[in-house]
């Protein structure tokens, strides 16, 4: 009676706790919009999640949700409340959007001139901050170019990590900019962080970017390396700035705070090679054997903690199948390679195939039902679709691995030990073991691993195929 309790208890508690991620995760999915065509007209509202896409798209619209749209060229002029999320080669956000949320931006080209209410992420070759841009929270960009012109406004902080940043405008905390080429013209209402690093080095990529095809579409003017701030530029609090030039005196002037001057790291080089000391060749060789042993030591012990886990756990809950799978292995191996091979072969097939079958049998569904049951099969099918490829890439990539772990201690045990009875905790220590160390060794390892791989996966097959038989 108590063991009986005790194995519902067990499963009742799993259960509950694949039954409570199932629920989180289905309670995300709600219906959306896929509007035909390439344009929200003006005079439309969609109150829900959008997803538009095509040539050249256009929102003049208003959506309640989020928005999702991408093609060669993206022109946002309407609202949008919530998040909106515009890829594309060309991206435009005009004076007349306004965005009630948060703003992610990708592309190559990006011009914004609306009104955000949070935090805008962009990251393009280029992008300008238009005269009357409005970003309530914080901007964030990474790329080669960034001008942030007259009239603008970032309401928090702007960090970036460009080539060349050109700021104007007005930041209303702190500025971190971290580039070769950095021109200060605006206002900054508490401190600056500025980082040029050495100034001589920027010489060359500046000409290699001046000519290159590519970045001149978008970027017309390359500027010098270094540091320059003009007299209108206003920073209200610390100013620390990292640079090979010393510029404190003429940095001083547009600061109400202190100015600290930091130099970039020296390090010696001879063209592109960096040359380092007899001494530290000389550690670099010593130490380079520690180094190696103590990283694959810790990658074992890694790895024999996660199979010892993950074994125990399939004991726990499932140590009929479980066994029933190490037995298929033990009694053919052969064959339960040659299967795994083939199981693995086809999955690998059917991941390329299958997405492309999901998203076309979505389309007619679509097609067919006027939009009103994708959330069903783009929501729920997929997320059974996303949840049963990650049991099979568990499966294969882990799991056959303690299947194969298990099998091969429960050998050791029997052949070498000449132990009559099955240890099934024993046998799991053993075997896992032992895989540890014989994948921690170069070359050997690998194969192993291999082996492990598909005597495991081929073990899983067999176990199913003889149940139906």
């Known amino acids: 009676m108590y063991k009986k309790m005790n194995s519902k208890i067990k499963w009742l508690f799993a259960v509950s706790l694949v039954f409570t991620l199932v629920l989180s995760a289905v309670g995300t999915v709600s219906a959306a919009e896929f509007p035909k065509g390439e344009t929200i007209p003006a005079s439309?509202?969609?109150?829900?999640?959008?997803?538009?896409?095509?040539?050249?798209?256009?929102?003049?619209?208003?959506?309640?949700?989020?928005?999702?749209?991408?093609?060669?060229?993206?022109?946002?002029?309407?609202?949008?409340?919530?998040?909106?999320?515009?890829?594309?080669?060309?991206?435009?956000?005009?004076?007349?959007?306004?965005?009630?949320?948060?703003?992610?931006?990708?592309?190559?080209?990006?011009?914004?001139?609306?009104?955000?209410?949070?935090?805008?992420?962009?990251?393009?070759?280029?992008?300008?901050?238009?005269?009357?841009?409005?970003?309530?929270?914080?901007?964030?960009?990474?790329?080669?170019?960034?001008?942030?012109?007259?009239?603008?406004?970032?309401?928090?902080?702007?960090?970036?990590?460009?080539?060349?940043?050109?700021?104007?405008?007005?930041?209303?905390?702190?500025?971190?900019?971290?580039?070769?080429?950095?021109?200060?013209?605006?206002?900054?209402?508490?401190?600056?962080?500025?980082?040029?690093?050495?100034?001589?080095?920027?010489?060359?990529?500046?000409?290699?970017?001046?000519?290159?095809?590519?970045?001149?579409?978008?970027?017309?003017?390359?500027?010098?390396?270094?540091?320059?701030?003009?007299?209108?530029?206003?920073?209200?609090?610390?100013?620390?700035?990292?640079?090979?030039?010393?510029?404190?005196?003429?940095?001083?002037?547009?600061?109400?705070?202190?100015?600290?001057?930091?130099?970039?790291?020296?390090?010696?080089?001879?063209?592109?090679?960096?040359?380092?000391?007899?001494?530290?060749?000389?550690?670099?060789?010593?130490?380079?054997?520690?180094?190696?042993w103590r990283t694959s030591a810790m990658n074992a012990a890694r790895n024999l903690i996660k199979l010892m886990v993950l074994g125990a756990v399939a004991l726990w809950l499932l140590r009929k199948p479980f066994k029933k799978v190490v037995d298929a292995a033990y009694a053919e191996p052969l064959k339960a390679m040659g299967w795994g091979f083939i199981v693995i072969a086809v999955g690998s097939l059917a991941a390329f195939i299958l997405p492309l079958v999901f998203i076309m049998v979505g389309i007619i569904i679509g097609f067919a039902s006027l939009g009103s049951l994708l959330y069903v099969w783009f929501g729920i099918i997929g997320l059974a679709y996303a949840l049963a490829s990650a049991l099979f890439l568990f499966a294969v990539f882990t799991l056959s691995k303690i299947v194969a772990a298990y099998m091969f201690g429960k050998w050791i045990m029997k052949a070498v030990f000449k132990e009559t009875e099955e240890k099934v905790w024993l046998d799991l220590l053993v075997g896992v073991f032992l895989y540890v160390i014989i994948r921690a060794i170069p070359i050997v390892g690998w194969i192993a691993a291999l082996a492990a791989t598909l005597i495991g996966t081929g073990a899983f097959w067999l176990a199913v195929s003889a149940k139906k038989e």
């Open 44 to 292: 439309e509202t969609i109150d829900d999640d959008v997803f538009i896409s095509g040539n050249n798209v256009t929102v003049e619209g208003t959506v309640n949700g989020i928005l999702f749209a991408s093609g060669q060229t993206v022109t946002l002029t309407g609202t949008v409340n919530g998040d909106a999320f515009l890829f594309g080669e060309t991206i435009i956000v005009s004076d007349s959007a306004i965005i009630d949320g948060n703003l992610i931006l990708g592309g190559a080209e990006i011009t914004m001139n609306g009104s955000v209410t949070g935090s805008v992420f962009g990251g393009s070759a280029a992008m300008v901050l238009a005269n009357g841009a409005d970003i309530g929270r914080n901007f964030y960009y990474g790329g080669f170019s960034l001008t942030t012109e007259d009239g603008t406004v970032v309401g928090k902080d702007l960090l970036s990590g460009t080539y060349q940043s050109i700021l104007s405008g007005t930041v209303e905390r702190d500025l971190k900019v971290g580039a070769g080429a950095i021109e200060l013209n605006g206002k900054v209402g508490r401190n600056a962080v500025l980082e040029v690093g050495v100034e001589a080095d920027q010489e060359g990529s500046m000409a290699w970017t001046q000519y290159n095809p590519y970045m001149s579409k978008y970027v017309p003017v390359v500027i010098e390396s270094g540091i320059r701030v003009s007299e209108d530029a206003q920073i209200n609090g610390k100013l620390t700035y990292t640079s090979s030039v010393d510029q404190t005196k003429k940095l001083e002037a547009i600061t109400s705070g202190t100015v600290i001057y930091q130099t970039p790291v020296p390090y010696e080089t001879e063209g592109n090679l960096v040359i380092h000391s007899d001494n530290e060749v000389r550690d670099f060789r010593r130490n380079f054997p520690n180094f190696v």
